[in-house]
C-alpha cells in the first residue's frame, strides 16, 4: 500500500522534472543520491504520475492554442494569400487544403527543397495550387 502513495519528495521530484531540472540539480535540491532519484523514477506509482501531469500540460497548452484559433487561421490565410513569397504562399496554402482535405498536418516544412527530393516541382505544385482556387471558389 505505501508503494501506491507519492511520497512528498517523489512528488517534488516530478515538478522538477517538469520544470526541466537535471538529475544532479534534483538529487542536490532534494538532498538525496543520484541513485535515489534514479530509483524514484523507476517506481511506476512516479512514472505514472510524471505522466500525468504531462498530460495536463498538454491538455492546457491545447486549450490555450484552441481559444486563439481563428486567430491563427487567419495569419495563415494572409501568408497563403503572400505573394512576395512565393514558398511561404505555397507552403500556407499546402497546410490549409491538408487540413482541409484531412491529411495529417503535423508540421508544415519547407517543401520547397531545392534538390526536389520528393520528385515534385515547386512549379507544379503551384499550377495545382491555382487550380484548385479556381475550381473551388
Given at each position: 500500500?505505501?508503494?501506491?502513495?507519492?511520497?512528498?519528495?517523489?512528488?517534488?521530484?516530478?515538478?522538477?522534472?517538469?520544470?526541466?531540472?537535471?538529475?544532479?540539480?534534483?538529487?542536490?535540491?532534494?538532498?538525496?543520491?543520484?541513485?535515489?532519484?534514479?530509483?524514484?523514477?523507476?517506481?511506476d506509482i512516479?512514472?505514472?504520475?510524471?505522466?500525468?501531469?504531462?498530460?495536463?500540460?498538454?491538455?492546457?497548452?491545447?486549450?490555450?492554442?484552441?481559444?486563439?484559433?481563428?486567430?491563427?487561421?487567419?495569419?495563415?490565410?494572409?501568408?497563403?494569400?503572400?505573394?512576395?513569397?512565393?514558398?511561404?504562399?505555397?507552403?500556407?496554402?499546402?497546410?490549409?487544403?491538408?487540413?482541409?482535405?484531412?491529411?495529417?498536418?503535423?508540421?508544415?516544412?519547407?517543401?520547397?527543397?531545392?534538390?526536389?527530393?520528393?520528385?515534385?516541382?515547386?512549379?507544379e505544385?503551384?499550377?495545382?495550387?491555382?487550380?484548385?482556387?479556381?475550381?473551388?471558389?
Amino acid at each position: 500500500m505505501k508503494d501506491d502513495i507519492l511520497t512528498t519528495k517523489e512528488s517534488t521530484l516530478v515538478s522538477l522534472l517538469i520544470e526541466g531540472l537535471n538529475i544532479t540539480d534534483i538529487a542536490k535540491q532534494l538532498k538525496v543520491t543520484r541513485n535515489t532519484i534514479y530509483s524514484w523514477m523507476n517506481k511506476d506509482i512516479v512514472k505514472a504520475e510524471l505522466d500525468k501531469r504531462k498530460q495536463e500540460l498538454s491538455r492546457q497548452g491545447n486549450r490555450l492554442i484552441m481559444k486563439d484559433m481563428a486567430i491563427y487561421i487567419d495569419n495563415i490565410k494572409v501568408l497563403a494569400n503572400d505573394k512576395s513569397d512565393k514558398r511561404v504562399c505555397l507552403a500556407a496554402n499546402q497546410y490549409l487544403l491538408n487540413r482541409v482535405m484531412g491529411v495529417p498536418t503535423a508540421s508544415i516544412g519547407d517543401s520547397t527543397q531545392d534538390d526536389n527530393s520528393n520528385g515534385t516541382d515547386v512549379l507544379e505544385l503551384e499550377a495545382e495550387l491555382k487550380k484548385f482556387k479556381v475550381k473551388y471558389k
